[in-house]
């Protein structure tokens, strides 16, 4: 049964989202209209890939959340649905948090989210409690499960907070179902707990998994659990970091733990802690394993602290990461775009063995959509002090890739991108010493950019606010650098 809610949320997305065509992106997934955040449930089903996410149709501000839904086969041309779930039960009627998808073993499609509600506690006040909820479906329906919530309060560890504990990330292994998700212990940190079940519907606590102890930022949103390439990872996204060099900064995070997990005991043994993504614009990450076994990860392309800084009139906001293929490389986290990205390659312009020693154009070389790899060598013995990746160029704006050879570090710099807000604009971050090389992959869809380093060691996102004219590209060197260019518009 559509809930009136549920419907209405329909009406409005279909009655309203055409007009924004114009204004999205090409490839990334944005809402039909208005607000989203974190992507949820993005997992294989019938064959296709389905990715849900939390969804305010009707403003540009987060709201009572819904769960919109796209599907893909290729994880770059994606077909909206209609809206999953609206906020429209007792257990979830102030919003149905983020959440999983996994296909049953009847065919149906079962979303685990997290429902809020506000309670009054017995001295009168009022606060709002989250807990796990399931609703069942064929991929465009859903029915919430009569049985909800399949965990409350009463499921949580000493301690364990019922304000925060949400974004269950369900997996199936061995004949069983897991799942894991985010809870504020009584350290005022984040847990990540696990559960298990034997028919995805009762669910009984296993045990912490991991926790922050307070050293890896507070509350811990949106955790996933998963194993890769002979390690086991933990992803999470922390409230609250302190910044840590120039590894962890300061804010909303993005984590990723690599270790060990000993299946026996389930205990995971942490080897390494590193940032996902060193941009600006990153959070709430999600995996799938794809059909072919690749793990593909995609976030929210956005950051909590500057969601209240949007532009005047725009009537989308926020949006998906280009979806990235995982995989550990000298036990670290390595991120490439989705190799389908290829498939729309357009017109291609390359240079081999340019001398940048100032300022350079090179022909047929711009554009806001595109596919692009800068590799940059010193050209002779003396080095270079830094080398500039200059991209949406116009007489008055700019978004700038640096490079320094002598520091290793990168920076991101969109100060003169059109952006009128007092908001974070710069970062640096450390990559691994080349001899003074570096290969810089950017992946633009109009006013995102994706920055992806030496075949994906370390990623950057971020987004910039010019107008599409604003679309030319140079390189600029202090020194003197030899450069090879690959770029292909992206025909989408
Ligand atoms: C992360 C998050 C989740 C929560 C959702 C609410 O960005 O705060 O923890 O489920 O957003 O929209």
């Not at 990330?169 to 897991?178: N, S, V």
């Not at 090389?437 to 971020?462: C, H, P, W, Y």
Request: contains cysteine; charged residues 25%; glycine residues 8%.
């Amino acid at each position: 049964m559509i809930s009136e809610k549920l419907q209405k949320a329909r009406d409005f997305e279909r009655q309203y989202q055409h007009f924004l065509d114009e204004e999205r992106p090409r490839f990334h997934v944005t809402g039909g209209i208005g607000w989203i955040n974190d992507p949820n449930g993005f997992s294989v089903y019938r064959g296709e890939y389905h990715l849900f996410f939390q969804y305010h149709p009707y403003s540009t501000k987060w709201g009572p959340m819904h769960w919109g839904h796209v599907k893909t086969k290729d994880f770059i041309r994606w077909e909206r649905l209609p809206i999953a779930l609206a906020p429209d039960t007792e257990m979830d009627q102030d919003g149905c948090f983020s959440g999983s998808a996994i296909e049953l073993p009847d065919g149906r499609q079962l979303l685990m989210y997290t429902g809020v509600c506000k309670v009054r506690r017995s001295d009168g006040v009022i606060e709002e409690i989250q807990n796990q909820c399931i609703a069942v479906g064929d991929g465009v329906n859903y029915e919430k499960y009569e049985g909800n919530p399949v965990l409350d309060a009463s499921d949580l560890p000493e301690g364990g907070s019922e304000i925060d504990f949400r974004d269950p990330k369900i997996w199936r292994e061995d004949g069983l179902y897991y799942a894991v998700m985010g809870n504020r212990s009584a350290d005022g940190s984040g847990d990540v707990l696990l559960y298990k079940s034997e028919d995805a519907f009762h669910w009984t606590y296993v045990k912490k998994i991991e926790s922050c102890r307070n050293e890896y930022g507070r509350m811990w949103e949106c955790p996933e659990f998963f194993p890769l390439d002979g390690k086991q990872v933990l992803l999470t996204s922390p409230m609250e970091m302190a910044p840590v060099g120039l590894e962890f900064h300061a804010g909303y995070g993005a984590l990723c733990l690599i270790g060990t997990y000993d299946k026996d005991n389930l205990v995971f043994h942490r080897e390494r802690v590193q940032s996902i993504d060193y941009g600006l614009d990153f959070y709430a990450t999600q995996t799938l394993e794809a059909l072919d076994g690749r793990h593909i990860m995609i976030a929210w392309m956005q950051n909590w602290a500057t969601t209240t800084s949007q532009p005047q009139g725009i009537r989308l906001f926020g949006s998906m990461t280009l979806p990235r293929e995982l995989s550990i490389r000298d036990g670290r986290l390595i991120q490439n775009p989705v190799r389908e990205l290829e498939n729309y390659h357009g017109r291609r312009v390359a240079y081999e063995n340019v001398l940048v020693d100032r300022e350079v154009n090179l022909s047929g070389i711009s554009g806001r959509v595109l596919d692009m790899t800068v590799t940059v060598h010193p050209a002779n013995e003396s080095g270079y002090h830094w080398f500039k990746l200059n991209l949406a160029k116009d007489g008055e704006h700019c978004a700038v890739i640096r490079y320094k050879p002598g520091a290793n570090t990168v920076r991101i710099d969109r100060t003169r991108s059109g952006g009128r807000f007092d908001i974070v604009h710069v970062r640096d971050f450390l990559v691994r010493p080349q001899q003074g090389a570096i290969k810089l992959r950017v992946v633009m869809d109009r006013n995102s950019i994706e920055l992806f380093v030496n075949d994906g060691e370390q990623a950057a996102t971020f987004l910039i606010y010019s107008t599409e004219e604003a679309e030319a590209i140079s390189f600029e060197a202090d020194g003197s650098v030899l450069v090879d260019v690959e770029k292909y518009d992206l025909d989408l």
